[in-house]
């Protein structure tokens, strides 16, 4: 049976861009689209002195971690 996180709170929401409100704060943020992409920023957060914000999307058919 195929498990959607459709109605897992802070899964799944449409049209939010973490990057742009991170950045609006001055936070620096960077979205990663593939493997590749993830390890870019993982290498440009870790020259900033402070918070930083990577945004990658996840497998939506992923069952939450148990509590």
Same mark, same amino acid.
């Given at each position: 049976?195929e498990?959607l ?13 973490? $990057? *742009?409100?991170? /950045?609006? !704060?001055?936070? @620096? *943020?960077?979205?990663?689209?593939? @493997?590749?992409?993830? !390890?870019? *920023? ?5 020259? $900033?002195?402070?918070? $930083?914000?990577? /945004?990658f ?5 992923? /069952?939450?971690? @148990?509590?």
């Amino acid at each position: 049976m195929e498990t959607l996180t459709l109605h897992i709170a802070a899964l799944n929401l449409p049209g939010l861009n973490a $990057v *742009a409100i991170a /950045e609006a !704060y001055g936070c @620096p *943020a960077f979205r990663a689209d593939t @493997p590749a992409d993830l !390890y870019e *920023a993982f290498q440009k957060a870790r020259t $900033v002195d402070g918070p $930083v914000l990577i /945004e990658f999307q996840i497998d939506p058919k992923l /069952e939450p971690l @148990p509590i």
